[in-house]
């Protein structure tokens, strides 16, 4: 019997670190329909500047907060978001609980609004 309480025990250790780990990695698609209908996100691309980026990353942010649970993203996390290019950037999440939530951490464009420019090319071109 107690090996069996060894064995549930370090399962349920690792189902939990599982999840902690699954948990801490959020990629949100601009191009899908469930983002694109948005105002703040409808037509925004890498090469638009950084406070439209950042308002498109912010409502994304709410998006999914609001279909996967307000504690699904929080404060000091950095998202992925995939524009309908392909291409990708990072955002940071001051206070999903704000309307301008989010930082863009990366630009495509020349445009470095916040931090130094960084790109990702599709991954086709990787």
């Known amino acids: 019997m107690n090996m069996n309480m060894s064995k549930k025990r370090w ?15 959020v990629s949100i698609n601009l191009g899908s329909s ?9 037509g925004v691309t890498e090469s ?13 942010v709410g998006v999914y907060r609001l ?3 307000l504690a699904s993203i929080s404060s000091g996390q950095t998202v992925s978001f995939r524009y309908p290019s392909g291409r990708t950037e990072s955002g940071l999440v001051r206070d999903p609980n704000m309307s301008d939530s989010t930082s863009p951490l ?3 464009g020349g445009n470095c609004d916040f931090l130094p420019c ?9």
Do not use: C, K
Request: aromatic share 4%.
């Open 11 to 25: 399962l349920i250790a690792g189902l939990l670190a599982t999840g902690i780990a699954i948990a801490g990695v």
């Open 34 to 42: 469930e983002y694109q209908n948005r105002s703040s996100i409808h």
């Open 48 to 60: 638009d500047i950084g406070e439209v980026r950042g308002a498109a990353m912010s409502q994304a």
């Open 67 to 69: 279909s996967h649970g």
């Open 106 to 108: 990366g630009n495509f």
């Open 118 to 126: 960084r790109t990702t090319p599709p991954s086709n071109q990787l």
